[in-house]
């Protein structure tokens, strides 16, 4: 697939600024903060495999999504790239630092833990089918996730009988699979340039681990935003702008 297909370009002049998704999102999903962000440099966002345009094979381990955040950063040929992740997303920003230190600059992490092993797809599983898919219309999807409404009607598609999710639940499956049985505290070790780690208080993660990533990494700082649930850039938008910006600032003036 064309590389500009699994690329959406926000605008905006100056480093790159690559954004990475959660599990089940896609690319478009940061709107609202790629608008904030353009004056900080060219931002655009990827559509992880199995996500959004992007393609629907596999394999899904993470070093895959971890090359194709790489492969997107010298695709555009503007330099290291400020790579900002939510969740899943923080964890292919991770993986992309240490394994081509020379191509990113900088990582935000917002709400990812390393160490999730045990963890069970089988609940995810139950919550998934309680959805009434196919959703009726754009309507039907934001009032049944409430203040998530928004952003999942950028998560799905429509099709003849109704919305669907972009994605399918048994690739989403296997790739959150892979977190239940690996840890990545030897990935998170190799990060060498400055980390940003933006913790929800209400967040799924382990407690604790996000402050260790933070306090692991060489130049790494680590904020908690109380009362935010996992995607803290839409639960506490101000909070999470501003603790961001603020780390932009001063990795921009270096």
Known sequence: MDRRDTVVDFGGEGPPIVLLHGLMGRARTWWPVAQWLKPYGHVVALDAAGHGRAAKTGPWHTERFVDDVLDTIRWLDEGPAIVIGHSMGGLHAWGAAATAPELVRAVVSEDMAPDQVGKSVDEWRSYFDSWPVPFESLA????????????????????????????ELENLYE???????????????????PLLVVEGGRGSM??????????????????????AHHVVHLAAPRAYRGAVEAFLSEVLSR
Do not use: M, N
Request: proline share 4%.
């Open 206 to 227: 382990p407690p604790g681990q996000q402050a260790e990533v933070a306090a692991r990494a060489v130049d790494g700082r680590h904020v908690e935003v109380p009362g």
């Open 140 to 167: 039907h999807v934001r009032a049944f996730f409430g203040d998530l409404g928004d952003y999942f009607t950028e998560c799905v598609v429509e099709r003849e009988d109704g919305f669907h999710l972009a994605a």
């Open 175 to 193: 790739i959150a699979g892979e977190w239940g049985v690996r840890d990545y505290w030897s990935i998170v070790d190799k990060v060498g340039c």
